[in-house]
């Protein structure tokens, strides 16, 4: 990830940063848990979640800590989330969460389709009353830089650089569209964290039916009361020792495949077949499921989805650090562009969701399986309950698999329609 940054931030020494990040978090679910009537006021209008994302965001944005320059994100996007994705996949009821693929499937679809048409749709809204900010000639056209927001939105950032290649759009163009890109995501995610605080008046407004989800949720915890139990150190080097070292295994692989693909077959870089991260991520996922099937499964009893729940939470606080607030005022007529965009892919998915009846939750993780990708859908999954976490990894494969595709075709619509 990237963003818009000037001075040096306050504060640079990575050590200081976590710690800080750390902090909030403890903050964030003591006070959550807290029986003090204004705590409890509070977390019934703001969903603790949201404010592990939001607080790092606004340290960022005040350039107290700077998301550009720390190395967090990448520690832990490619070390906590690939072994919080093993822990969560532990206690994985493979047939259980078979039963969710229809509605998850169009929900995934759905956003993909809202993705591909509103940019289109951005230009030609923007166009009508300012058709300078979706213009100009050669590389400086717009559209080839929103091609690689498509690129993003759908698959992610190997798909982003994929149409990077293809359209070529200049180099400054494209370091505006990748703010576009960050706080438009970060924003939508916002949204979606806030959402699943309070899912279930959306799921009745929606008039939905969500069996499916809710007996998931159920025979998750019915599993983990059955078998929980008071950790033993033992216990707890048994979970980390599973989770970092299936990571390590996936790393090892990926340093191997990635590498191989890309030199012998490069023309499957459109599937993203030659990036790194896809393949730690496909990797721990597969191993997680392996895991459920084997002893392993009993490691949810001394608290393996709590221990990988707070990896994705640093996760997120990392996420929200990237983002800078201050950098709207900057491209404001292209980050109008960014929001009529998410607002398109917002209406078609609520205009589905509501034809079929789908919970929140399928709207949710579809939507951030296409717009965040693997690094954060399950996120959002695992903000319903832990066990939905693998959800958000499925979708989010399938999202880099389609993503080069639906954004070139995006980008075909969009130059289409350009002035």
Same mark, same amino acid.
């Given at each position: 990830?990237?963003?818009?940054?000037?001075?040096?931030?306050?504060?640079?020494?990575?050590?200081?940063?976590l710690g800080i990040l750390v902090v909030i978090l403890a903050f964030v679910f003591k006070t959550s848990s807290s029986n003090h009537p204004f705590f409890r006021k509070?977390?019934?209008?703001?969903?603790?979640?949201?404010?592990?994302?939001?607080?790092?965001?606004?340290?960022?944005?005040?350039?107290i800590i700077s998301g550009e320059q720390s190395g967090l994100y990448n520690m832990a996007?490619?070390? $906590?989330?690939?072994?919080?994705?093993?822990?969560?996949? $532990?206690?994985?009821?493979?047939?259980?969460?078979?039963?969710?693929?229809?509605?998850?499937?169009?929900?995934?679809?759905?956003?993909?389709?809202?993705?591909?048409?509103?940019?289109?749709?951005?230009?030609?809204?923007?166009?009508?009353?300012?058709?300078?900010?979706?213009?100009?000639?050669?590389?400086?056209?717009?559209w080839r830089g929103l091609s690689t927001i498509a690129g993003?939105?759908?698959?992610?950032?190997?798909?982003?650089?994929?149409?990077?290649?293809?359209?070529?759009?200049d180099p400054n163009l494209f370091s505006a569209v990748i703010a576009v890109d960050v706080i438009v995501a970060n924003v939508w995610m916002a949204v979606l964290l806030?959402?699943?605080?309070?899912?279930?008046?959306?799921?009745?407004?929606?008039?939905?039916?969500?069996?499916a989800v809710n007996d998931l949720k159920v025979k998750i915890e019915q599993h983990?009361?059955?078998?929980?139990?008071?950790?033993?150190?033992?216990?707890?080097?048994?979970?980390?020792?599973?989770?970092?070292?299936?990571?390590?295994?996936?790393?090892?692989?990926?340093?191997?495949?990635?590498?191989?693909?890309?030199?012998?077959?490069?023309?499957?870089?459109?599937f993203s077949l030659t990036s790194g991260f896809f393949w730690i991520v496909v990797i721990a996922t597969t191993i997680g499921v392996f895991l459920s099937f084997t002893k392993a499964r009993e490691l949810e009893g001394v608290g393996a989805t709590r221990i990988g729940s707070l990896f994705l939470y640093i996760l997120v606080a990392t996420i929200g650090m990237q983002m800078d607030i201050t950098a709207i005022v900057s491209q404001p007529g292209l980050f109008l562009v960014g929001l009529i965009w998410i607002m398109v892919h917002m209406l078609l998915?609520?205009?589905?969701?509501?034809?079929?009846?789908a919970p929140f939750f399928f709207l949710a993780v579809g939507s951030q399986a296409n717009v965040g990708g693997a690094a954060s859908a399950p996120i959002v999954a695992a903000a319903f309950h832990p066990a939905l976490?693998?959800?958000?990894?499925?979708?989010?494969?399938?999202g880099y698999a389609v993503g080069t595709y639906g954004a070139y075709l995006s980008g075909l619509m969009m130059q289409m329609v350009a002035p």
């Open positions: 990830m990237e963003q818009v940054s000037s001075s040096a931030p306050l504060i640079t020494n990575d050590a200081v940063v509070f977390y019934s209008v703001v969903p603790s979640v949201l404010l592990c994302y939001l607080i790092p965001s606004l340290l960022n944005s005040f350039n996007s490619r070390y $906590l989330l690939p072994a919080s994705l093993v822990l969560f996949t $532990l206690s994985l009821d493979l047939k259980e969460i078979w039963k969710l693929r229809h509605k998850a499937g169009l929900m995934f679809l759905t956003g993909t389709a809202g993705i591909m048409i509103g940019g289109p749709v951005a230009i030609l809204i923007v166009s009508s009353f300012a058709p300078d900010i979706v213009g100009g000639e050669g590389p400086m056209a717009v993003s939105w759908i698959g992610g950032g190997a798909n982003q650089l994929a149409m990077f290649e293809v359209f070529k759009p806030y959402g699943a605080g309070i899912s279930e008046r959306v799921d009745r407004f929606f008039k939905a039916d969500s069996t983990q009361l059955n078998i929980m139990k008071i950790p033993a150190l033992a216990d707890l080097a048994m979970i980390a020792g599973v989770g970092l070292g299936v990571t390590g295994v996936a790393h090892f692989f990926a340093d191997i495949i990635a590498p191989w693909i890309e030199l012998n077959a490069p023309y499957l870089d459109k998915l609520l205009i589905i969701g509501k034809l079929v009846r976490a693998p959800v958000g990894v499925l979708l989010s494969i399938l």
